[in-house]
């Protein structure tokens, strides 16, 4: 059974205690079968497994979905318990931030200002605060986050490396229903008709991938996933082609291929790793 902690002091004499890697696994709870892969992939390389389910209002903007964001602690406990998980931290708001929201915040850079940041200002600002205090306070070996977010991947390993943070950050392949939608806690927002239109994004990263297989350039990779998400209830933000650094092309080699739409009122996003092939 995990132990579940609510305080900084209560997490701090587990820490103590622990023997062995410690793995960290960060979540704002509503758990699906991703988290459950990051669950096993840290069971797999660590010897102490933490969770935490933290749903943090800094990342956050002020038209978005705080208070609906599902909050399912007990489910929660349940999949941490079968996933064999050690300790499980879940602290209130006034825990994590005592003194009200942190006037000091991370700057994520360049990066952190596009794609997501882009269309959600401050958003990476929040992620990394956020993340840096739950790495001070877990002070883990090892710490895996799951590639459908991948911008915020790319971000926290630039944050880790830039400030000597001692702790491996492992990326784990995204989770698919069989139908191919990527797993997200906002799913459960989506109608029957807005989970058919939300198909658009994987289908769109899968004609992109396509075409890179066939040994197309990155203009004709574009356009071929361009013309997979044209449907009528699916509203695009954002699609590009990037580096394996989020850095814009020239791209060739391994490259990352990414989305993000609107489904009715909730925004998904996914991506997909492709390789390009050298132009002459």
């Known amino acids: 059974m995990a132990e579940v902690l609510h305080t900084r002091k209560e997490l701090a004499a587990a820490r103590e205690a622990t023997a062995g890697p410690v793995g960290v696994v960060m979540t704002m709870g509503a758990l699906h079968a991703g988290h459950e892969a990051l669950l096993r992939a840290a069971r797999e390389r660590a010897g102490h497994v933490i969770v935490t389910i933290f749903v943090?209002?800094?990342?956050?903007?002020?038209?978005?979905?705080?208070?609906?964001?599902?909050?399912?602690?007990?489910?929660?406990?349940?999949?941490?318990?079968?996933?064999?998980?050690?300790?499980?931290?879940?602290?209130?708001?006034?825990?994590?931030?005592?003194?009200?929201?942190?006037?000091?915040?991370?700057?994520?850079?360049?990066?952190?200002?596009?794609?997501?940041?882009?269309?959600?200002?401050?958003?990476?600002?929040?992620?990394?605060?956020?993340?840096?205090?739950?790495?001070?306070?877990?002070?883990?070996?090892?710490?895996?986050?799951?590639?459908?977010?991948?911008?915020?991947?790319?971000?926290?390993?630039?944050?880790?490396?830039?400030?000597?943070?001692?702790?491996?950050?492992?990326?784990?392949?995204?989770?698919?229903?069989?139908?191919?939608?990527?797993?997200?806690?906002?799913?459960?927002?989506?109608?029957?008709?807005?989970?058919?239109?939300?198909?658009?994004?994987?289908?769109?990263?899968?004609?992109?991938?396509?075409?890179?297989?066939?040994g197309e350039d990155a203009g004709t990779v574009l356009a071929a996933a361009h013309r997979a998400f044209d449907v009528p209830d699916a509203r695009l933000d954002y699609l590009v082609l990037t580096d394996t650094e989020l850095e814009p092309g020239p791209v060739a080699g391994p490259a990352r291929l990414l989305i993000a739409a609107w489904v009715g009122a909730t925004r998904l996003i996914d991506n997909t790793a492709i390789h390009l092939a050298p132009r002459p």
């Open 56 to 214: 943090n209002p800094l990342q956050f903007g002020p038209n978005e979905d705080f208070d609906r964001y599902p909050r399912t602690l007990d489910s929660d406990l349940e999949i941490c318990r079968r996933a064999g998980v050690d300790v499980v931290f879940a602290p209130s708001v006034s825990e994590m931030y005592p003194e009200g929201r942190p006037a000091v915040r991370l700057d994520p850079g360049p990066l952190g200002e596009d794609l997501e940041g882009l269309s959600r200002p401050g958003f990476f600002h929040g992620v990394l605060t956020v993340v840096m205090k739950l790495l001070q306070l877990t002070r883990p070996d090892l710490a895996f986050f799951g590639e459908k977010d991948f911008q915020q991947l790319t971000l926290v390993r630039r944050m880790v490396r830039d400030l000597d943070v001692p702790t491996e950050v492992v990326g784990v392949p995204t989770v698919r229903e069989p139908d191919g939608l990527a797993m997200s806690s906002r799913n459960r927002y989506l109608s029957a008709e807005q989970r058919r239109a939300a198909l658009s994004l994987s289908a769109a990263l899968r004609a992109g991938a396509a075409a890179a297989e066939r």
